[in-house]
């Protein structure tokens, strides 16, 4: 069974621009979540998605936002980026919503 | 807001030896407890978890112990191998939904043979 995917891996932007990560979950996985990692301030959680359906949302600016589509991949987006964006963004499936597998990351640099 | 603390931050161990990670959580309702390892240029991988309603889980060399009163959780990994040398992650449920997760901070764990 093939694991969680996200692309791209490694992404560049500049200050002000916006971003859209992608992430395919494991197949029959309908529970998507993203966490953004960084050395200060760790693993820390973004959203969750469930068929469609933001169900869990964690302390970020409204300048992250994501979406689910049928078929469950999701992507996130970040708006007017800021330097203090740069991270590695993680997504996670779950069938049901504990056990979450995680993907390789995307790595984020805002310059 | 709900917390996780994590130690110790690095532990080095000798191969052979057992390593013990230990964790505290603020949210009373928080009823799922995984423990992720993070290799470099990873993402993290679930290695084991407990829910709220069992004290103590093993599987292999791996085992977690969870007591709800003091609110507190353990990661035992025992005959610990260089290929364990990792950064570990507990982590607990936000709620009861189990689908937000409040991390720890991590521990590099060390194996050196």
């Known amino acids: 069974k093939a694991g969680v995917t996200q692309t791209p891996r490694y992404l560049i932007k500049t200050r002000g621009q916006q971003v859209t990560l992608s992430c395919s979950p494991i197949s029959g996985h309908r529970s998507v979540s993203w966490y953004q990692q960084t050395p200060g301030q760790g693993l820390q959680f973004l959203f969750e998605?469930?068929?469609?359906?933001?169900?869990n949302k964690g302390n970020f600016p409204g300048r992250f936002s994501g979406r689910q589509f049928s078929n469950s991949r999701s992507e996130m987006n970040v708006s007017t980026l800021e330097l203090g964006d740069s991270a590695l963004y993680l997504c996670a499936s779950s069938l049901l919503g504990f056990e979450q597998f995680f993907g390789p990351g995307t790595r984020l640099t805002v310059l | 807001g709900e917390n996780v603390e994590q130690h110790p931050s690095t532990l080095s161990v000798q191969e052979g030896d057992s390593a013990v990670i230990k964790c505290t959580y603020s949210?009373?309702?928080?009823?799922?407890f995984p423990w992720y390892k993070q290799e470099l240029g990873k993402g993290p991988q679930l290695i084991i978890d407990?829910?709220?309603?069992?004290g103590e889980k093993k599987d292999q060399r791996i085992a977690v112990t969870l007591n709800k009163t003091a609110k507190h959780f353990s990661l035992h990994i025992t005959e610990t191998q260089p290929e364990d040398s990792a950064v570990y992650f507990c982590a607990a449920s936000q709620g009861q939904a189990g689908t937000a997760l409040i991390f720890g901070k991590g521990t590099t764990l060390s194996v050196s043979s």
């Open positions: 407990i829910r709220s309603n069992v």
């Open positions: 949210d009373s309702a928080s009823n799922y």
């Open positions: 998605y469930f068929s469609e359906t933001q169900r």
